[in-house]
């Protein structure tokens, strides 16, 4: 296995890659890491709907983790873990504009991929599940979501990608698919059975129960006050704070104390 001063060398050349990238390639694979985070988080929450209650949402913490297996096995550009490019531009081996860029693309990607996969679930009529309590579960996920003050959801998402970027980095130590897979794993379920704020998650949670209650099979089954979801208050309310966190979560928490510790060069002392 690499070493923590190895993944950081290593990860050097994976950033400058990631920069570099066409910006039609990048966009396609943003899509498609916005689908398989889309498609990891319904198998979680169909998961979770078998059993229900705190058992139900370890089991779907259990299954979230495919996602994850998928964006880095398969090949794909997923923003938060994307966050980790402060460490070449900390190391002036690429500009901040460029991870910018890179972040911008790689966010409107995932957000594309993310929704076609809500509008998809929520068409192909996949939350009529358990007599269409998924699509219960669904909507008050997303009420919640958008229920919550600006500090909860900024925190959560720090906390959420301090996991996602360890994550992609323990991963970053393994030479060989098992370990890759096991790597990963861990940290990806306790973010999911915390309850912290991924951006991309939210990008298919928040649409799914918005499109559910454009259908009247679905919206006759909710009981919430559903008044508080809407568009708007998924991106004010959730998808805004919960990115900033993201953002401080994985590029500041993870990229930039990882670069102090491993890549920044010290001044000599003056004897």
Not at 37 to 60: D, E, F, N, R
Not at 61 to 90: D, K, M, Q, R, Y
Not at 229 to 246: A, C, D, E, Q, R
Request: hydrophobic share 55%.
């Amino acid at each position: 296995m690499y070493t923590p001063g190895e993944i950081a060398e290593n990860y050097i050349q994976i950033g400058k890659k990631k920069a570099a990238m066409q910006a039609d390639k990048m966009f396609l694979l943003a899509v498609m890491a916005g689908i398989y985070i889309a498609v990891a988080g319904c198998g979680a929450s169909t998961a979770a709907c078998t059993i229900g209650g705190s058992a139900g949402k370890l089991i779907g913490a259990c299954v979230f983790p495919a996602g994850l297996t998928l964006v880095l096995l398969a090949g794909s550009e997923l923003f938060t873990g994307n966050c980790l490019l402060i460490i070449p531009v900390l190391k002036r081996e690429i500009s901040v504009s460029a991870m910018l860029r890179n972040w911008g693309i790689v966010y409107l990607g995932n957000l594309a991929g993310s929704v076609f996969v809500a509008w998809m679930v929520v068409n192909s009529h996949q939350l009529s599940l358990f007599d269409g309590q998924l699509a219960v579960t669904a909507v008050n996920t997303a009420v919640a979501k958008v229920s919550m003050p600006f500090a909860d959801a900024l925190l959560r998402g720090v906390l959420c990608n301090l996991l996602v970027c360890l994550a992609v980095w323990v991963s970053f130590a393994a030479k060989d698919v098992t370990g890759k897979v096991i790597g990963l794993f861990y940290p990806i379920l306790v973010f999911v059975v915390c309850g912290f704020e991924h951006s991309v998650a939210n990008m298919f949670y928040c649409p799914a129960a918005l499109f559910a209650l454009g259908h009247p099979e679905y919206a006759r089954l909710i009981t919430a006050d559903v008044s508080s979801l809407t568009w708007g208050s998924f991106i004010l309310k959730n998808l805004m704070p919960v990115t900033l966190g993201n953002i401080l979560g994985g590029a500041v928490l993870v990229g930039a104390v990882y670069w102090r510790i491993y890549l920044r060069k010290e001044q000599s002392s003056l004897l």
